[in-house]
């Protein structure tokens, strides 16, 4: 069968086409992306402008027809902390659903920790024992924890990269003064859950599961061999905070020119480490491993499993 995961995230509108059947792992034949940053399309109210309205209306259109021209038997689409966290996200939503033709899942934010959780236990695997995960959307940073595939814990902090970057990183480049402005303001919002993680069982294995972390890992990570031939990517918090300096004092332009960082993760890639490496240091990991499948491949994961089973 034939499914599509649409993802309308705070950075991107990402389709995602997969082959699948119960009991089998799933097999992704194509991946559509859209950048949009809604973050720049935030009115001083919170609502999304009529100008980033439309761009989501055509982005969802044109994944729609993709989603057609492939064959995708059922498509499950769903919108993370940028609609859901807009004061006019009611009627985002129905103009996104008019475009789509059919109901949109808002999910909340932890559960899309729970999905993405779902999915980096599956890719690890129970041998990996107690697991931790970071994920960072444009929106928030999710994390989750647990020894099961459901997480015993999971939180939903508002430190996206786009969210910080227009908040606290506006200049361009934003210099270190800012860069410190940021690092504060994630060490007090990240204190509550910190004190609630630090309770669970010390990890076995830290995993990432974002582009943003896996652009980082690209950059200040190294590569290590896998099973049956694959290569496992690990980011060590020394030196990711080794690189927020010298991120800070190059502006976009010449950031995308560094290993791992794409055009459309230039302006977002500063915040985006400065709220791992707090994230790391008020956890106290030293290192984590990225991982492919994320909340794309948690929600297919799920929709197999209810098949599966009536």
Same mark, same amino acid.
């Given at each position: 069968?034939?499914?599509?995961?649409?993802?309308?995230?705070?950075?991107?509108?990402?389709?995602?086409?997969?082959?699948?059947?119960?009991?089998?792992?799933?097999?992704?034949?194509?991946?559509?992306?859209? &950048?949009? !940053? %809604?973050?720049?399309?935030?009115?001083?109210?919170? +609502?999304?402008?009529?100008? *980033?309205?439309? =761009? /989501?209306?055509?982005?969802?259109?044109?994944?729609?027809?993709?989603?057609?021209?492939?064959?995708?038997?059922?498509?499950?689409?769903?919108?993370?902390?940028?609609?859901?966290?807009?004061?006019?996200?009611?009627?985002?939503?129905?103009?996104?659903?008019?475009?789509?033709?059919?109901?949109?899942?808002?999910?909340?934010?932890?559960?899309?920790?729970?999905?993405?959780?779902?999915?980096?236990?599956?890719?690890?695997?129970?041998?990996?024992?107690?697991?931790?995960?970071?994920?960072?959307?444009?929106?928030?940073?999710?994390?989750?924890?647990?020894?099961?595939?459901?997480?015993?814990?999971?939180?939903?902090?508002?430190?996206?990269?786009?969210?910080?970057?227009?908040?606290?990183?506006?200049?361009?480049?934003?210099?270190?003064?800012? &860069?410190? !402005? %940021?690092?504060?303001?994630?060490?007090?919002?990240? +204190?509550?859950?910190?004190? *609630?993680?630090? =309770? /669970?069982?010390?990890?076995?294995?830290?995993?990432?599961?974002?582009?943003?972390?896996?652009?980082?890992?690209?950059?200040?990570?190294?590569?290590?061999?896998?099973?049956?031939?694959?290569?496992?990517?690990?980011?060590?918090?020394?030196?990711?905070?080794?690189?927020?300096?010298?991120?800070?004092?190059?502006?976009?332009?010449?950031?995308?020119?560094?290993?791992?960082?794409?055009?459309?993760?230039?302006?977002?890639?500063?915040?985006?480490?400065?709220?791992?490496?707090?994230?790391?240091?008020?956890?106290?990991?030293?290192?984590?491993?990225?991982?492919?499948?994320?909340?794309?491949?948690?929600?297919?994961?799920?929709?197999?499993?209810?098949?599966?089973?009536?």
């Amino acid at each position: 069968m034939r499914l599509g995961v649409l993802d309308i995230g705070s950075n991107t509108v990402h389709l995602l086409v997969a082959d699948a059947h119960p009991g089998g792992r799933p097999l992704a034949t194509t991946s559509h992306r859209t &950048v949009l !940053r %809604l973050m720049r399309y935030l009115t001083p109210t919170g +609502a999304i402008s009529e100008e *980033g309205v439309r =761009a /989501l209306e055509d982005a969802v259109a044109e994944a729609r027809e993709t989603a057609r021209r492939e064959g995708v038997a059922e498509l499950l689409a769903t919108a993370t902390s940028a609609v859901r966290d807009a004061t006019n996200g009611e009627l985002v939503i129905a103009r996104i659903e008019e475009a789509l033709g059919q109901p949109l899942q808002v999910l909340g934010g932890e559960d899309e920790a729970r999905f993405t959780f779902l999915a980096v236990r599956r890719w690890l695997g129970w041998s990996a024992g107690q697991i931790l995960l970071f994920d960072i959307g444009g929106g928030s940073l999710e994390i989750a924890a647990g020894a099961d595939e459901l997480p015993q814990l999971a939180a939903s902090v508002p430190l996206g990269a786009g969210r910080m970057t227009v908040g606290y990183l506006p200049e361009d480049p934003p210099g270190e003064d800012a &860069v410190e !402005r %940021l690092r504060a303001h994630a060490e007090e919002v990240l +204190a509550p859950a910190a004190a *609630g993680f630090g =309770a /669970l069982p010390r990890p076995d294995h830290v995993a990432g599961s974002s582009k943003a972390i896996r652009s980082l890992a690209r950059l200040a990570g190294y590569p290590v061999p896998g099973w049956s031939g694959s290569e496992r990517l690990l980011l060590p918090r020394q030196a990711l905070g080794s690189w927020i300096p010298r991120l800070a004092r190059l502006p976009a332009s010449a950031r995308q020119e560094l290993p791992g960082i794409t055009p459309d993760r230039t302006f977002q890639i500063v915040a985006g480490a400065v709220v791992l490496h707090t994230a790391m240091r008020a956890l106290d990991i030293d290192e984590l491993e990225v991982s492919p499948w994320a909340l794309r491949e948690g929600v297919l994961l799920r929709y197999i499993e209810a098949m599966a089973w009536g």
